[in-house]
T-cell receptor
Framework: GNSVTQMEGPVTLSEEAFLTINCTYT??????LFWYVQYPGEGLQLLLK?????DKGSNKGFEATYRKETTSFHLEKGSVQVSDSAVYFC??????????????FGQGTILTVHP | DGGITQSPKYLFRKEGQNVTLSCEQN?????MYWYRQDPGQGLRLIYY???????QKGDIAEGYSVSREKKESFPLTVTSAQKNPTAFYLC???????????FGPGTRLLVL
């Protein structure tokens, strides 16, 4: 079956530090990969996505590259801000067959950025 | 403004009581989903529906029921058979043929 593994959190950084949150996956075929962000007390918002190998998703200074050879989709940002404090979820969607439209999520990584 | 609304924001359930969580979308999306979020466990799929009057069980459907009588609405009932209902419940929707899901603000269910 499909699974997503994220690096253990929580992650605490100072403002303007470099961020990496690791994400690896197990899936058959060619899944699409996503990063979602959840601010305190809110639902999830799509941050970025990639649909095929070597694609790079980017948004709001965040980037992630779909690496099929390492089955990874690590999230990076060059300079974090206090407003980036949130929970980040890596997810995959394996279109086709009986799993069409279903997202499989990692456990989430809590990011706290201090001034 | 198009989007997904969930109500109420907080819901309290007494022992043996069924409660219903509302999810409405005006995005004209065909598919709708219900997830449960527990601390440190990510999101788990409860039920999903690809079209009106049809729905499928997800990974943790026991103790829950749904209906899909209208395209815009996908209410979730937490029955008394669900012994550990305290969680944050998230509704999502997507266009047919699209993998990206869009989420509502969530409902937090607490047991009295």
């Amino acid at each position: 079956g499909n699974s997503v593994t994220q690096m253990e959190g929580p992650v605490t950084l100072s403002e303007e530090a470099f961020l990496t949150i690791n994400c690896t996956y197990t899936a058959t075929g060619y899944p699409s990969l996503f990063w979602y962000v959840q601010y305190p007390g809110e639902g999830l918002q799509l941050l970025l996505k990639a649909t095929k190998a070597d694609d790079k998703g980017s948004n709001k200074g965040f980037e992630a590259t779909y690496r099929k050879e390492t089955t990874s989709f690590h999230l990076e940002k060059g300079s974090v801000q206090v407003s980036d404090s949130a929970v980040y979820f890596c997810a995959l969607s394996n279109a086709g067959g009986t799993s069409y439209g279903k997202l499989t999520f990692g456990q989430g990584t809590i990011l706290t950025v201090h001034p | 403004d198009g989007g997904i609304t969930q109500s109420p924001k907080y819901l309290f359930r007494k022992e043996g009581q069924n409660v219903t969580l509302s999810c409405e979308q005006n995005l004209n999306h065909d598919a709708m989903y219900w997830y449960r979020q527990d601390p440190g466990q990510g999101l788990r799929l409860i039920y999903y529906s690809q079209i009106v009057n049809d729905f499928q069980k997800g990974d943790i459907a026991e103790g829950y029921s749904v209906s899909r009588e209208k395209k815009e609405s996908f209410p979730l009932t937490v029955t008394s058979a669900q012994k550990n209902p305290t969680a944050f419940y998230l509704c999502a929707s997507s266009m047919s043929g699209e993998e990206t899901q869009y989420f509502g603000p969530g409902t937090r269910l607490l047991v009295l």
